[in-house]
Structures are given as C-alpha cells and as structure tokens.
C-alpha cells in the first residue's frame, strides 16, 4: 500500500511501524449541531480507509474524538441556556446514529476532551518543565512556538514568518508573541455558566481545542501512531500544532503518516448557510434519497480529490447501487448451478479483485476501487446471459466472494441490503395492522372504510387475498 504523506509532500510506501497492529487518529467533529455531509465527506474517507487496512490483513486501532469543549459549544449551551454536557450530548448522538446510517464501521474509541481534562494539565505541565509553555498574568497558558525548531514542518508555516499569521490571532488572550497558542484558557463567565470550568495549577479555566487531539490521541493509542486523518482545513495551524504539542513533551514523532480530505463541494459551490446549501443526512433522507446512494456519492472521488455533490449524482449513485442489489440477488438466487457449465465467473472475480486491490494500494484511489467493481458486473452478467444464467459452483462461490471483498470495503450493499429489510419489516407491520383494521371494518359492516383501506394497500402494490384460513396479501413487484 502506498499512500500520499502530507508530512513528505510524496506518496510513500506504507506499512505498520509496530509488526500487524495500524494505529490510526482522526480529528473527530465539534458536536455542537448535526454534522453535515461536507463533514461526512471527511468521515466516510476515514471509513474507506479502516476497511482497506483491514482487508490488508492489519489489526486497526481506530480512534476519533469528539469536541465537546470550545468555543462553540460553550457559546451554544449558553445561548440555549443549559450546562455544557447537556448541550453536547444529544448532537453526540445524532452524529452516531448518522455514521450508523452511512454504514461507517464503530470506532475502537470516541474519547470526549472533557472525560481527559487531567491528562491535559499534565500535559502542559510537561511542557512548562521543557520551557515550551509560559503561564499569562490572566491564568492562560501558551505554547512558544519559537522554542520549537520543528515548528512548520507539516504545513511551511515557519515559527518565524508570516505564514498564516491571520489564523492566529483569532485568539482572545494574552501571549508574548501572537504566533504563540493558547494551551490552557482562563475561565470565563460564560465557561463558568454552562460549567465548562475545571482546576489547574494557573487557576480556572479549560483546555485549548489544539492540546485535546494530542491528549486525546496519545491516550488512546499511544504517543506514535501510524496514520492521522482530518480535513485540509486542518492542517495548519491544528495539525501543526499538533506536532508541537506532542513531539515537546515526548521528544518522538507524533504520528507517521498524515492524510487531509479534499473539501465538498454542492452543485459546483462552496457549501455555505447564506446560499441554503449545507445538508445534513437527515435533509437528504427525508427528501427520499437512499443511504447507500449518499454512500456511494462520498466515495465516488478519491479523498485528494474535490467532490461535487450533486442532486443529478445521488440519482446516478442510486442506480450505481440498484444495479448491484440486482447482480446480488442474481448470484444468490437466480444462478443455475451446473457443473458441466463454465461461464468464466472465476476468471472474471480474479481480475477485478486484482484491479480493485491496485486501487486501494494506490492511495485509496476509491474512484478506482468503484470502476473496478462495476466493471465486474457488467462482465458477470455478460458471461451469465451467455451461459443461460447457469455456472459451475465453484465458479458461482468466486463470483460471491469477490463481490462480497469488494463491498467489504465500499460498504455500499451493505448499507443498501440493510435498509431494504428494514423497509420489508416496517411494511410488514403497517400491513397487518391495516389487515386487522380491515377485519374490523367488515366485521361493523363499514363497507367504505374497507373498500379505503384496500385502496391505501393497493396504493402500495399490495394485493389482498381473503381465504378460509384469513385474509392473506402480497407485494407485487
């Protein structure tokens, strides 16, 4: 596998540092409101990159934080007037049950930054003793950057130019110098309403969102790790920061591979409240479109590559999609299996396990990996139309398992298989409830309301069938 370094600027070949076990960190979202599919754009990336490790055969320890304490979400629990936690934790839930939706595999870890607050003062303790942090006369702490002769090896942004200068002094503190960071933030009336307020050797205050990823990360995975993820709005100064932090205190790389995500774009524009163009999975679900057809977008491009999200895209991602529920279900159900047959299925399976595993390897190249499948399909069904539609079992198994490696890692039918039972069982319910309210219509001699409710059921192409034994039904196709 080789994947494109941020820290080198190269692609690189890559291999775990410690033996079968990969430790990978992404940069997780600030929960103070649902993410958006921008943000999902970032996630699934992290989700096609967990299940191409793991189809490599690593062990993956996965781990991705949550902000739960900054800027915005202090300043959203106070406007709605509640305690922090309270704030962000239901918009902590919406996001998991939204990875849920997409199909992205659980994290081995979703540390909080206000479960590891300890942890953080130690930390910038260590870094005082290293003489890279220097306490403010407010009770702020910040790291000096200047101390620091690796600072800008990720980003360029060298501690003594001017690079991203305007980045910086966003901060509302005091420091010596203005390309300084604040590790450590005197509390606030507001930090003290919502209670985002917590002890330390300088007095009150709460972390700085740089420090949580390093203390976060390290905690979990320990102070190397293989890969870290985020957005390419993250590096710098976050990521650079990052660095700082982490190489100061422990005097080793911080992490060995970094990838950034390529923003999305909607409909060929930056996503932005004032054009009414930021969607969250939700939005787009209630307006009918499918999860794997949100899926398949996402995935569609390479991660280095920028996306347009596109309405006409999600129409043609969910026929990408209905096609391979339907090359599924010939595979399983509708194959004739006949040993004297030889319809070329395993020759097929091999060539597009090979196309689609040179995709993976060439840096999550997931528009490859995409091609490779689909292409797969059209020969399946080619050599089936040739044959009949009967194949021996041998080869019939080939074509299964390549189909099912392929979508381990794309995710795609997986998500679209699992919706579709939940459909047939939600329908299901709603049938025989009807049926029953039916029978009791009948029974009152509400001819009517039957006759309506037979029409709602044949509305949804659902046929009834009154029998001696009880009334039966069926979906016609």
């Given amino acids: 596998m080789k994947l494109y370094n941020s820290l080198s600027r190269s692609v690189e070949p890559f291999s775990p540092e410690d033996g079968n076990v990969v430790r990978v960190y992404g940069c997780g979202p600030t929960i103070y409101a649902r993410a958006h599919i921008g943000n999902f754009r970032t996630f699934i990336v992290y989700d096609f990159l967990h299940r191409a490790l793991k189809r490599k055969g690593w062990d993956v320890r996965f781990a991705m934080n949550f902000t739960d304490v900054d800027d915005k979400t202090i300043g959203g629990a106070a406007q709605e007037g509640v305690a922090l936690t309270e704030f962000t934790a239901p918009h902590g839930e919406t996001f998991l049950a939204d990875m849920e939706t997409l199909g992205i595999l659980p994290f081995d870890e979703i540390p909080r930054a206000t479960e590891h607050v300890p942890e953080m003062v130690e930390w910038i303790q260590r870094l005082e003793e290293a003489g890279l942090a220097y306490p403010a006369e407010d009770g702020s702490v910040y790291y000096r950057i200047a101390a620091f002769p690796g600072y800008g090896r990720l980003s360029g942004n060298r501690a003594d130019g001017e690079s991203g200068r305007s980045r910086i002094e966003v901060d509302e503190y005091e420091k010596d110098d203005v390309r300084d960071f604040v590790l450590w933030k ?43 993820l985020g957005g390419e709005d993250l590096l710098f100064p976050h990521h650079e920061n990052e660095i700082a932090q982490s190489e100061g205190a422990t005097g080793r790389p911080f992490a ?37 057809a949100i899926r398949h977008l996402l995935v569609s491009a390479q991660y280095r590559k920028e996306l347009n ?15 391979l529920v339907a090359l599924q279900r010939r595979l399983h159900d509708e194959v004739i299996q006949d040993g004297s047959a030889d319809a070329g299925l395993g020759r097929i399976a091999d060539t597009a396990i090979a196309s689609f595993d040179a995709a993976l390897d060439d840096d999550l190249n997931s528009s490859e990996a995409l091609a490779a499948l689909f292409v797969f399909l059209k020969e399946v069904n080619g050599a089936l139309d040739r044959s009949g539609g009967r194949a021996a079992p041998d080869e019939l198994t080939a074509a299964r398992d390549a189909l099912g490696a392929m979508d381990g890692v794309l995710g795609l039918l997986e998500v679209a298989l699992r919706d579709e039972d939940d459909s047939d069982s939600e329908l299901a319910i709603w049938v025989d409830d009807m049926i029953a309210q039916r029978k009791e219509a009948r029974a009152t001699k509400d001819w009517a309301r039957a006759d309506e409710i037979r029409d709602a059921l044949a509305e949804r192409g659902v046929v009834l069938e009154d029998t001696a034994q009880g009334t039966r039904w069926k979906q016609n196709a």
């Avoid at 003290?192 to 976060?216: F, K, N, T, Y």
């Avoid at 999200?309 to 096609?323: I, Q």
Wanted: charged residues 25%; contains cysteine.
């Fill in 186 to 228: 005197a509390a606030k009336d507001v930090d003290r309403q919502v209670g985002a307020v917590w002890d330390s050797p300088w007095g009150p205050g709460r972390p700085g969102w740089h420090l949580e990823c390093s203390v976060l990360s390290i905690s979990c995975l320990g102070e190397t790790i293989d890969i870290h």
């Fill in 256 to 292: 060995r591979f970094w990838l950034h995500t390529k923003h999305l774009r909607v409909e060929g524009r930056k996503m932005s409240k004032s054009l009414g163009n930021v969607f969250t999975v939700e939005d787009l679900i209630a307006q009918g479109h499918q999860p794997a």
């Fill in 309 to 323: 999200f596109t309405e006409a895209g999600l129409e043609g991602s969910a026929r990408a999609v209905e096609r």
